[in-house]
Nanobody, 119 residues
Framework: VQLQASGGGLVQSGGSLRLSCVAS????????MGWYRQAPGKERELVAT???????KYADSVKGRFTVSRDNLRNTVYLQMNSLKPDDTAVYYC??????????????WGQGTLVTVSS
């Protein structure tokens, strides 16, 4: 199963970006999907996750500013990022888990998309 993320870029502080991530391949069902990020010199951290039924979880640092959503028909997860801050600068990775058509589970990562917030 492959994940393709897009939507990163350079934005000024206070601006907005929307990330997208499409899952493709031999997918029978997708369970949790989400976004993580890794800033320079720091460990990868959770940003937001969403279950198949739409239950969401957010890191405290992004609550009220970021919104995670998904389109189950398109196997796509989104991250709407508003009121961006320089501290949000990082490579953002999408993640998805589920079941393949051969009944094996998977836990896949996208290639990462860079978000840079200038002050």
């Amino acid at each position: 199963v492959q994940l393709q993320a897009s939507g990163g870029g350079l934005v000024q502080s206070g601006g907005s970006l929307r990330l997208s991530c499409v899952a493709s391949g031999s997918i029978f069902s997708l369970n949790d999907m989400g976004w993580y990020r890794q800033a320079p010199g720091k460990e990868r951290e959770l940003v937001a996750t969403i279950t198949r039924s739409g239950v969401t979880k957010y890191a405290d640092s992004v609550k009220g500013r970021f919104t995670v959503s998904r389109d189950n028909l398109r196997n796509t997860v989104y991250l709407q990022m508003n009121s961006l801050k320089p501290d949000d600068t990082a490579v953002y990775y999408c993640n998805a888990g589920g079941l393949k058509r051969d009944w094996r589970t998977f836990d896949s990562w996208g290639q990462g998309t860079l978000v840079t917030v200038s002050s």
